[in-house]
């Protein structure tokens, strides 16, 4: 006769979504200067206000060229990153070896399964991540300009037209659950 198992009932609670902190969290960018992190919100950049367009048009030109910045530094991060890991992978290669392990697929299952490894190994992964995410922002950034002149050369054409301005909710589309 089968085994019967008791399932352990889980019930689920819906937490109230706060899309502006998610919105926040999912376009700020974090990087290291010199031995200082910081951290740039980029959100607000990002979205079309209601404020001055000609202001954003304007200004749009400054923050690409400080965001390219950002993303040069985050791309050093990732070479450095890669380095450490081949750096540990070395390391921990040859302390295997001078211990007496062979064959060549067991050292490498060994320091794929080395705490050193493992850390190494998140710490590029979270700097790729980064960099990939201040990549896609770059490109929001340049759309948004290109929105910016599009819609403030039809606004000269007809003045009553206006920008609405989107807002953090409105870019996610996402509901709330209640």
Known sequence: ????????????????????????????????????????????????GSEDHHMQVEKIPATLGYFGSVIASLEADVKKAKLLKKKVVGVCDKEFRRAGMRPEARVLRAIECDERYIRAEL?????????????????????????????SADIRKTPSDSIMGVSRKDALGIQADE
Do not use: P
């Open 1 to 48: 006769m089968a085994k019967v198992r008791a399932k352990k009932v889980t019930r689920t609670v819906k937490k109230k979504l706060d899309t502006d902190a998610l919105f926040d969290k999912m376009t700020s960018v974090r990087f290291k200067m010199g031995d200082k992190v910081y951290e740039v919100d980029v959100g607000s950049e990002l979205l079309v």
């Open 123 to 151: 710490k590029y992964i979270r700097v790729e991540q980064m960099l990939s995410r201040a990549k896609f922002q770059m490109n929001a950034l340049l759309v948004k300009h290109e929105v910016m002149i599009s819609r």
